[in-house]
Nanobody
């Protein structure tokens, strides 16, 4: 499975950006696609938002009400619309795909290379 992000870049506080992610390869129908981020100097990735193949959505507390995640199951794509951006949203954003094989109970995580988002005036 290959995961490729696009979008990102720079924006002013209060502005908007949109991230897109394309997953390709052998992906189970049951999966979770989402976005994580890691701030400069940070040691761990934090959940931004994810969405299951069934449409259940989760958001990190810091982005609720400002970011919107969506997906196209047929195309294996996931998008993140980021509005009302704040300087603290500055980070490298990573697309994540969790492939779940119900028959065997196995779960595999796949990650993109990451894309930089910078919010500053």
């Amino acid at each position: 499975v290959t995961v490729v992000e696009s979008g990102g870049g720079s924006a002013q506080p209060g502005g908007s950006l949109r991230l897109s992610c394309q997953a390709s390869g052998s992906i189970s129908r049951t999966n979770v696609m989402g976005w994580y981020r890691r701030a400069s100097g940070g040691k761990r990735r934090e959940l931004v938002a994810d969405i299951t193949s069934g449409g259940h959505v989760s958001y990190g507390d810091s982005v609720k009400g400002r970011f919107t995640i969506s997906r196209d199951n047929a195309k294996n794509t996931v998008n993140l619309q980021m509005d009302s951006l704040k300087p603290e949203d500055t980070a490298v954003y990573f697309c994540n795909v969790i492939d779940i094989k119900l028959r065997t109970g196995t779960r595999n995580d796949y990650w993109g290379q990451g894309t930089q988002v910078t919010v500053s005036s």
